[in-house]
């Protein structure tokens, strides 16, 4: 059921100009996923999404769901470098304050692995997700990640610091959010 949903998916984003394909589980895969080729950069670094229903893991976890439950399809995309671990508590200010500004999906730093991923959830019933919405997700996705990475990379590579990179946008008129503790 999954398996052709995600190929109504990737159709939808083979027709929007995307490079789409399914990998339907089978033996030891245990889920079908999706994957959608949203950019590739001057450097020549592929970005790749991730599509996927967590919820198809629920069986091995021994939790029941519903008919009833809402589903999820997960996009992730992970960032094509990784975080110098120097760099890691200034990468995380960065990334809280541009999760301030994605209305979908956040970025995500996983220390152990020095990786950044930009996650969206699209919450749906009974696997009717409508396939114009999984593509407008996806092109938020890419806008994200490529409208923010020149941002992101000097500071996770330990070329720049939050703070400067904060200030360096602030001259240029543009004002992150941030987040204070209360007093």
Not at 138 to 156: D, H, K, N, Y
């Amino acid at each position: 059921m999954t398996a052709v949903l995600l190929e109504s998916f990737a159709t939808a984003a083979e027709e929007a100009g995307f490079r789409a394909w399914v990998v339907p589980a089978a033996g030891s895969q245990a889920i079908s996923e999706l994957f959608c080729l949203v950019q590739v950069d001057e450097a020549g670094r592929n970005y790749v999404v991730h599509g996927m229903f967590p919820d198809e893991l629920s069986g091995a976890f021994g939790a029941e769901r519903s008919q009833d439950d809402i589903v999820f399809l997960q996009l992730t995309l992970p960032l094509p470098f990784a975080v110098e671990e120097s760099a890691s508590a200034d990468t995380a200010l960065l990334l809280h304050s541009l999760n301030l500004l994605t209305p979908i999906g956040q970025f995500i730093l996983s220390d152990d692995e020095g990786l950044i991923v930009f996650r969206s959830m699209l919450p749906h019933m009974a696997h009717n997700l409508p396939s114009t919405l999984v593509v407008e997700a996806l092109r938020m996705t890419r806008f994200f990640v490529t409208e923010f990475l020149s941002i992101i990379e000097p500071v996770a590579q330990g070329l720049k610091t939050c703070r400067d990179t904060l200030d360096d946008l602030a001259r240029q008129g543009v004002r992150l959010p941030t987040v204070t503790t209360a007093r």
